[in-house]
């Protein structure tokens, strides 16, 4: 009997790595695999967790810290899919802001449940706009340095490199990114997809199917500045109940990002990944909106095909910049938006903090 695979999938804030995940599942579920999802936040009530159920996957959604530091509940998580539904393949997608995943994850969960899993490679998703900045490759606005640092450390660390959302940017740009990412990070293979429309999610499987197990030495790191970098990010999740007159849910998620981009921009403040859910009280339903940068226009991967009359609104907010001001900016541009559209907006859960210091569980060099 072959041993069920781990696929870890990592990348920033923002750069498209629950959409990707939902593409390879469905393809993996096309094949007659079962297939677990694990999610992975800092806090409570995750948009993606929503967003993979919607899609009817068995989803294990894993708060409070990030894989490295949560070792034994992703165990558990897996642990606990098995049991429910004993898939073949497990896809994990890490907390945005972490790095050091190899030697804090892959290679412990080699090193202690070899026996149990096949742990693929490491694939980090990029957002392209994003890398091309932070490379240098494009000019733009992006994060200080020490944000930059962990971003930079992901790419150090993948063995593939998943170039997402080409549909976005022509043949040129994606040239020069695939050429910067091939020359700064040897390591990796590159590779360039589009989830959104599925371009390029075939050759990626393919690359995650093939590889044999990569056991070079994990990368050198300095988790002082690499806490440093966490400390300067700004997280928010919150959750509310939305009642009223029948309204337009989409219309909805798209005025309250935008609002809360233009807001951001005059703060100077630069947004990492703003992601919203909004589910009516009855049915299957969902929208989800995306704000991946300042200048990026508002996305719903996902809209509504009715209007509503109440819903549950989750929303995940994170940015460099203070906790505090996300809080008051949200709580200021959901009251607005609920009184200009005659809702009712009842705040359920609300949690603003900044990321602590990364103390991973279990740190390996290399697998012995």
């Excluded at 593409?23 to 995750?46: C, E, H, P, W, Y």
């Excluded at 998943?162 to 590779?191: G, W, Y």
């Excluded at 209007?307 to 910049?321: S, T």
Aim: charged share 25%; glycine share 8%; proline share 4%.
């Amino acid at each position: 009997m072959l041993k069920p695979s781990y696929l870890m999938i990592g990348g920033f804030l923002g750069a498209g790595k629950t959409t990707s995940i939902l593409q390879l599942a469905r393809r993996l579920r096309d094949r007659d695999l079962r297939v677990g999802l694990i999610t992975n936040d800092q806090s409570f009530g995750l948009v993606d967790t929503a967003m993979l159920r919607s899609h009817g996957f068995e989803t294990e959604e894993i708060t409070g810290g990030c894989f490295c530091c949560r070792f034994g509940s992703l165990v558990d998580a897996a642990n606990k899919l098995t049991e429910d539904s004993r898939p073949d393949v497990f896809l994990a997608e890490p907390v945005g802001s972490c790095t050091d995943l190899r030697a804090t994850v892959s290679y412990p969960l080699r090193q202690m449940y070899g026996d149990d899993f096949t742990i693929a490679p490491l694939s980090v998703v990029l957002d392209p706009v994003r890398a091309s900045r932070i490379l240098g490759v494009e000019q733009g606005k992006t994060f200080s340095p020490k944000v930059s640092y962990i971003y930079e450390k992901q790419m150090e660390e993948a063995d593939i490199l998943v170039i997402n959302k080409c549909d976005l940017i022509d043949e040129r740009q994606q040239s020069a990114l695939q050429h910067a990412l091939e020359e700064r990070f040897p390591q990796a293979t590159v590779v360039r997809v589009a989830a959104r429309t599925g371009t390029g999610i075939d050759e990626w499987q393919q690359l995650l199917q093939d590889a044999e197990g990569n056991f070079a030495r994990s990368i050198e790191i300095d988790y002082a500045e690499y806490g440093e970098g966490e400390s300067l990010l700004g997280w928010l999740n919150l959750s509310a109940t939305l009642s009223g007159a029948e309204f337009d849910g989409n219309v909805f998620l798209t005025r309250l990002a935008s609002g809360l981009r233009d807001r951001l921009e005059s703060e100077g403040v630069e947004v990492a990944h703003l992601k919203m859910t909004l589910t009516p009280d009855s049915g299957n339903d969902l929208a989800v909106g995306n704000l991946v940068r300042n200048s990026s226009a508002v996305e719903l991967s996902h809209e509504l095909a009715e209007p509503l009359e109440e819903g549950q609104l989750i929303v995940n907010f994170r940015a460099e910049g203070d906790p505090a001001l996300l809080k008051r900016m949200t709580e200021e541009e959901l009251s607005r938006l609920s009184a200009c559209l005659t809702l009712q907006a009842a705040v359920g859960q609300i949690e603003a903090f900044r990321p602590g210091m990364p103390v991973p569980t279990h740190r390996l060099a290399e697998v012995l």
